[in-house]
Structures are given as C-alpha cells and as structure tokens.
C-alpha cells in the first residue's frame, strides 16, 4: 500500500476520479488544502466530498509556493508519503517542486511550469521548431495593438495562466481586442486566491478541426494511449461543447497529431511521469500545437478512453507519480467510440424544466448528468458554465458522437430557461 499526497484538485469529475483510483489501486492518501469550504460547496447535499474522505485532511497555504516545499517536507516525516498529485492545473508547478524536494518521482518541475504558463509554452516551443500560430506576448496596450496589427485580425486572445477557456476569445478589430483586454484587466486573481501575471497572449487565428493526444510518460518514453476529437461553441469564446474518442479522422491526420504532440511533449521536457492532454489544431498548413496540459484530461475524456480501450488514465497517474510502468494494454469493452455532450446555456435567467429520465434508459447511454431545475443560470462564456452533460457509446464504429448530438436535441427540446 502506498501513500499519496493530493495537494488541491479541480472539483469536478477528476476529482472523483483520482481518489477513486488511488483507493481502487490498493492505496491512502492524505488530502492538503488551504480551503475545505471550496470541496464542501462543490458536493450534493448531504454527501461528502470524496476528497475529504482521506485519510488525513489537513490545511495550509497550498498558495504560499515558498513556504509549502516546507511544510510538505515535515508532514513527510510523518507521515512517509510515496508521491505527490493533483487535478488542478494552478497547483501542477508546486507539486512538481515539492515531489523532486521529497525525492518522489515527479516531471520535470521547469517542464511543468512551462506547460501551465501559455506564454512560456509558445516560446519553448517556437525555439524548438515546433509548428505553432504566430504569437505575440505583451503587457501594455499600444505594444498589444501594434502586434495585433502584425499578426493580423482576426486573432485570439488568452490569459496566459488561466483554465478551461477562461477569457479566451477570437476578436476581429481593435475595439474587440481593447474589450478582450479590459475583461482581463479586471479578472486579477483566479478562482484558487493566486495573483495572475498581467501579461496578455495573442495568437493567430487557426483553421481546421481541433483534437487532442492523450499520452503518457514514463521512464523518458512517452506512449500515446489515442486522439480525441472536439467540437467548440459559444463564439466568439471557444466553449467546449463535446469530444469523442477515438477521433473520426483518417490514419494520416490520427498520425500527423499524434507525432505534433510526441515533439511537444519532448522539446519541453514532459518524459517522465506525467499523463498529458496535448491540444492540437488540424489546419490547412499541417498540424498546430494548441496548449500542451501535464495532467490527465478534463471533461470526462478519460471516462471516454476508459470505455473504448478499458484503460483508466486516472489509475495509470496515480501509476506513474509513484514511479511505476503504466499498464496501457487495452481490453474488449464491447464499444469502438464514446462521445460526451454538453449542454451549453446560451442565456441568463433561471432553470426551470431540465428532465433526463427517459434518456438514462435509452440503449448505448452511458451517463447522464443534470442540473437541478430552480438554479440561476448564465450565459456559457468558457467551459465552467455547463448544465450537464450526455454520454454515449457505440459498439459498431464512430456513431457516438451522431447519438449523443440527438440526445442533447432532445434534452434542448424539453429545458426551458426564463
């Protein structure tokens, strides 16, 4: 048996799904936060977090980056730790930090760091000669406007150090780019207390389909478990409304992705002992890296995997943070794609119908998930503001995504929002 320190996690499925996989894999962990209140909130009523059902939950200023190598360091000494994890990506540099201070397996911490910071992620990859958009990473207003002016409209404009979409929006002209930067400007610390840097990131506008590799590293190899496939929304934000897995494309793209993201992964240093979410762009000119992500898949695209190929890439990250081979070998599940849905608000006001009992009954379905009717909803801007989702399989070939676009026609026929 081994014992993991899960140092903070995202509140949705991952965090589920991590403790779940440590306790499936024979293992305890103990669970460090600077907030209970932040898991308290996110749990059903009369339910328990299952992050607060760790051995030992224990607070501290999981923010304070100088102090916590630390204070991790004396909870070792007690407590014998045999890695260090977590889901959320504001905590992904730290916990690097501290598993190399330990001694615990753990990537490269510069690797990850420059993973997170999106503006560090271009640069890198740009002296690499990885493909990538054209780029400019600024601060002050006249620089922004002249390097969008270079780049040319329209383009995209990001947070470097933000998550899940978070402000990322297309702009067509200087008046859409000062707005996209005052929406910035005023967005100064993110949802976990840390201050954001005031850098502002452009990027060429890129055509094409977009997917993602989900891969893992182990011992300076890195394996590719499969590419995914994503449909976006909720322009001009980019609104994550689905995936499925495997993507529905022909051998040449699955491979041109797949070797896009291999040489992302090496040129930053992601070789050991990190499951990785590479975003990749399919455009005219060949493939495009979006943003490299050091931790597992969000949006239940790891369910998705573990459908299809019966590998669970929350097992196989618990796995490789204790420094042990993955098993990525793949079982019969009966299914040849899954497809996740997500119901996406395009208003404000309130939830008042929203009824998925006929659909959790329905051949092929594989999960369906609502929100309740009487809560406040408001206009989706990134991926935070969902009201649920669908999932689907197919045993046949790559139809998934076809039943889970009805399924959601169908809970769209039936919600009403006043």
């Given at each position: 048996m081994a014992h993991l320190l899960v140092l903070e996690s995202w509140v949705g499925s991952m965090s589920r799904l991590l403790p779940r996989a440590i306790r499936e894999g024979g293992h305890e962990f103990t669970f460090l936060t600077r907030d209970l209140h932040h898991y308290l909130r996110s749990a059903p009523e009369g339910v328990t977090h299952p992050l607060l059902g760790a051995r030992n939950v224990i607070t501290a200023d999981t923010n304070d980056t100088d102090a916590l190598p630390d204070r991790v360091e004396r909870l070792h000494e007690v407590f014998g730790f045999d890695a260090v994890v977590t889901s959320c990506d504001y905590y992904l540099p730290a916990v690097a930090l501290t598993a190399e201070r330990l001694g615990l397996p753990a990537p490269d911490p510069e690797a990850v760091l420059n993973a997170c910071r999106k503006d560090a992620t271009r640069r890198v990859l740009a002296d690499a000669g990885v493909p990538g958009?054209?780029?400019?990473?600024?601060?002050?207003?006249?620089?922004?406007?002249?390097?969008?002016?270079?780049?040319?409209?329209?383009?995209?404009?990001?947070?470097?150090?933000?998550?899940?979409?978070?402000?990322?929006?297309?702009?067509?002209?200087?008046?859409?780019?000062?707005?996209?930067?005052?929406?910035?400007?005023?967005?100064?610390?993110?949802?976990?207390?840390?201050?954001?840097?005031?850098?502002?990131?452009?990027?060429?506008?890129?055509?094409?389909?977009?997917?993602?590799?989900?891969?893992?590293?182990?011992?300076?190899?890195?394996?590719?478990?499969?590419?995914?496939?994503?449909?976006?929304?909720?322009?001009?934000?980019?609104?994550?409304?689905?995936?499925?897995?495997?993507?529905?494309?022909?051998?040449?793209?699955?491979?041109?992705?797949?070797?896009?993201?291999?040489?992302?992964?090496?040129?930053?240093?992601?070789?050991?002992?990190?499951?990785?979410?590479?975003?990749?762009?399919?455009?005219?000119?060949?493939?495009?890296?979006?943003?490299?992500?050091?931790?597992?898949?969000?949006n239940r695209i790891t369910e998705l995997v573990r459908h299809v190929t019966g590998i669970d890439l929350a097992a196989v990250a618990v796995d490789v943070a204790l420094g042990r081979a993955p098993d990525l070998r793949r079982t019969d599940t009966g299914l040849r794609s899954a497809a996740i849905g997500f119901l996406v608000p395009d208003a404000a006001g309130t939830l008042d119908a929203l009824d998925g009992t006929r659909l959790r009954t329905m051949p092929g379905v594989l999960e369906v998930e609502l929100a309740e009717p009487g809560g406040q909803v408001r206009a989706a801007g990134s991926n935070n503001e969902y009201l649920g989702h669908v999932m689907a399989g197919d045993p046949d070939g790559t139809g998934a995504r076809g039943r889970v676009e009805a399924l959601l026609g169908e809970l769209r026929s039936g919600m009403v929002i006043r």
């Open positions: 958009p054209r780029f400019a990473v600024h601060e002050e207003w006249a620089e922004l406007a002249r390097a969008a002016r270079e780049i040319g409209y329209p383009l995209v404009v990001k947070p470097v150090d933000l998550c899940a979409g978070m402000l990322v929006r297309r702009v067509d002209d200087e008046g859409q780019l000062a707005d996209a930067v005052r929406a910035l400007a005023d967005f100064p610390v993110n949802a976990r207390g840390q201050r954001r840097a005031p850098s502002v990131l452009l990027e060429e506008l890129l055509d094409g389909p977009e997917v993602s590799v989900e891969t893992v590293s182990h011992a300076g190899t890195v394996h590719v478990v499969g590419v995914t496939d994503k449909s976006i929304g909720g322009a001009p934000a980019f609104i994550e409304t689905g995936h499925m897995f495997p993507a529905a494309l022909p051998a040449t793209g699955t491979a041109a992705a797949e070797q896009t993201a291999l040489t992302a992964l090496k040129a930053l240093g992601l070789t050991d002992a990190v499951v990785a979410h590479t975003e990749i762009k399919l455009t005219s000119a060949g493939p495009r890296v979006v943003e490299v992500n050091p931790r597992p898949a969000g």
